[in-house]
C-alpha cells in the first residue's frame, strides 16, 4: 500500500521541532523510528500532511544516571538500551524487556519514545515503564510537563500528550534495596508482540517484599500495573504459596480483551500463569 501524500521536515534541534508542530498542529506528525507509523501511513489509518522527522536530533538519544534517577531521551532505540552497560548494572529490566520486542531490525529502529507515544495495546514498554513507576517528560512551546506512567496510557493508542507536545525523556527512580527484576512474555506467533506480557520490579528487604510495581500488556485496551498482585506481595515473603496467591490477582477489576486469537477467559488463564512466572524468575535471580 502506497501512503496518501505529505511534506517531510527534518528538525535539527528540539526547539524547531516543537515550532514546526506549533505551525502545523494536526496535520502534523511527529516521526521516530517509524515501525508503527509508516505501516500505519501504508494502511491510511493515519494520513498526516506533514511528517516532522527527530531521527537528526542527536541529543534526544541518551541513557544516564542523574539526581537518583536514570534518565533515557525519547529517541534512544531499543537495541541501545538493550546493550546499555548502565542500565544492565542498575535497572536489568529495561535490556530484558528489549531483547524481546520485535527483532533485529525493528529493535535498531524503533525507539522507546515512539513505542510509549504509540500506545500500542500489546507493545512490551508500556508494562515495564509502569511497573519501574516512571515519569514521562513531554515537552511544548509552554515548556517541560512531567506526568506519571499510571497517567500516562488513556486507552488504545491515545496518551495524556496534549496537541504540541513532543515525548522528551524517560525518568526511572533508582531502586532501593536488593532489587528483583524480570519481564515474561507470550510472543503472539505472527507479529512478535505480546499476547501477554508481564514486567515485575520488586524491592526486597530482609527477605520480605517492600515495594512491587507488577506491569501488564497485552491483555486489554491498555497496559495496567496489576494493584491487586501488589498489595497481595508487599510486606509478605516471597515463598511459592505467596507468589501463586498474588499472581491470581493478574486480571482483577480489568477489562480483558477477547478476539478471533484468544477468548478473555484464556488470556485471564495466561495472565495468571506469566505473572507466577515472571515473579518466580525475579526472586530466582536475588536468592
Ligand atoms: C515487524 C514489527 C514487529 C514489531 N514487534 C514489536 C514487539 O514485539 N513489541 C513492541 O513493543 N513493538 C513492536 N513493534 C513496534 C516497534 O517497537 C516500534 O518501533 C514502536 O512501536 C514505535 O516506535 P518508533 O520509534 O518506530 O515510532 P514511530 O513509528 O516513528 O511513531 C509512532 C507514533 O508515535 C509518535 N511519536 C514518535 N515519537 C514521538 C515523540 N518523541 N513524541 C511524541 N510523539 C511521538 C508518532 O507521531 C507516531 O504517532 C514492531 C514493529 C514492527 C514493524
Request: hydrophobic share 40%; with cysteine.
Amino acid at each position: 500500500m502506497i501512503p496518501s501524500s505529505f511534506d517531510y521536515i527534518a528538525a535539527k534541534n528540539l526547539d524547531e521541532a516543537i515550532s514546526f508542530l506549533a505551525k502545523h498542529k494536526d496535520d502534523a506528525k511527529i516521526l521516530a523510528g517509524g515501525h508503527s507509523l509508516l505501516p500505519a501511513m501504508k494502511l491510511r489509518l493515519m494520513q498526516p500532511k506533514v511528517l516532522i522527522d527527530l531521527g537528526r536530533i542527536r541529543d534526544l538519544s541518551y541513557i544516564k544516571e542523574e539526581g537518583g534517577q536514570i534518565r533515557i531521551g525519547a529517541m534512544t532505540t531499543h537495541f541501545q538500551l538493550e546493550i546499555s552497560d548502565v542500565l544492565r548494572r542498575s535497572c536489568p529490566l529495561l535490556p530484558e524487556t528489549a531483547s524481546h520486542l520485535g527483532d533485529m531490525q525493528v529493535r535498531n529502529k524503533g525507539t522507546i519514545g515512539g513505542s510509549l507515544a504509540h500506545s500500542d495495546p500489546a507493545a512490551d514498554w508500556p508494562a515495564a515503564i509502569l511497573a519501574l513507576d516512571a515519569e514521562i517528560v513531554a515537552t511544548s512551546a509552554k515548556g517541560d510537563r512531567v506526568i506519571k506512567s499510571t497517567d500516562f496510557f488513556i486507552e488504545m493508542l491515545t496518551t495524556s500528550l496534549q496537541p504540541g507536545e513532543i515525548l522528551r525523556e524517560i525518568r526511572i527512580p533508582a531502586g532501593e534495596g536488593k532489587i528483583a527484576q524480570a519481564y515474561v512474555k507470550v510472543r503472539h506467533p505472527a507479529s512478535g508482540f505480546a499476547v501477554v506480557g508481564v514486567a515485575v520490579n520488586l524491592s526486597i528487604d530482609g527477605g520480605k517484599c517492600q515495594s512491587a510495581g507488577i506491569g501488564i500488556t497485552g491483555v486489554s485496551p491498555k497496559a495496567y500495573r496489576a494493584a491487586k498482585v501488589e498489595s497481595a506481595l508487599k510486606g509478605n515473603s516471597l515463598d511459592a504459596k505467596t507468589l501463586s496467591t498474588a499472581s491470581a490477582h493478574a486480571t482483577d477489576g480489568i477489562d480483558v480483551n477477547s478476539d478471533l486469537y484468544a477468548s478473555a477467559e484464556y488470556l485471564k488463564q495466561l495472565a495468571t500463569v506469566y505473572t507466577r512466572r515472571a515473579l518466580e524468575t525475579a526472586v530466582g535471580r536475588v536468592k
